[in-house]
């Protein structure tokens, strides 16, 4: 990609974390890098295609992000645990009201980020068999069918409507989403009991 172009994507995304769709701006973008508009223009024949290149560039940086990751570790619980904290890493970058809007106003970035989204199931699928051949997952599980249960607990979780509705906090939902994918609900007294009355 070309270095000029790439540096304003990356600003560009920088730009829309701070400020949002709704404030951002080429006039403002251009400024930043200390360029023209034409310039930015040379690149992206209008605002609404630089949001789109924005977004799905900075989302394929994460994609790639967490394929170092697994390239990189050779456990699968340490791919899982990095890949997760790294995921939380951006994802409190994130403003709820800001991705509120976009879902709202701006359905075809909305659906760049659902996309995204729905194929990091890959990259978990490929730790959950990880996960099985070295010993880690229950024997009885399933590694696709853990991928996709938990890629959709997530994307369902962290839907701007939900997460409205329901009144939660960003930063508070992904701790307790962590904690309860890591660990479960309950504590080892509660398991030991589970298991004493399931038969």
């Known amino acids: 990609m070309d270095k000029t172009k790439k540096i304003i994507l990356k600003e560009g995304f ?11 701006t080429v006039q403002n973008l251009a400024s930043s890098l200390s360029m023209s508009k034409k310039t930015i223009y040379n690149y992206f024949s209008k605002k609404e295609v630089l949001i789109k290149k924005i977004i799905d560039f900075r989302l394929k940086k994460l994609s790639s992000e967490f394929r170092e990751i697994i ?65 880690y997952l229950r024997t009885y599980l399933e590694p696709s069918t853990c991928a996709s249960i938990y890629m959709n607990i997530i994307n369902s979780t962290f839907q701007p409507d939900f997460l409205n509705s329901n009144e ?32």
């Open 71 to 135: 390239n990189n570790q050779d456990d699968a619980i340490i791919q899982f645990i990095e890949v997760r904290n790294h995921h939380i890493k951006f994802a409190n970058k994130l403003n709820l009201k800001k991705l509120t809007y976009i879902k709202a106003r701006h359905p075809q970035v909305w659906d760049i980020i659902e996309k995204h989204r729905l194929d990091r199931k890959t990259v978990y699928m490929e730790i959950f068999k990880l996960a099985k051949s070295q010993s």
């Open 168 to 199: 939660l906090e960003l930063n508070e939902t992904i701790d307790h989403l962590r904690t309860i994918m890591s660990y479960g609900f309950f504590n080892e007294k509660a398991i030991s009991k589970m298991k004493k009355h399931s038969g």
């Open 14 to 24: 920088n730009s829309v974390i701070r400020n949002g769709i709704r404030s951002f």
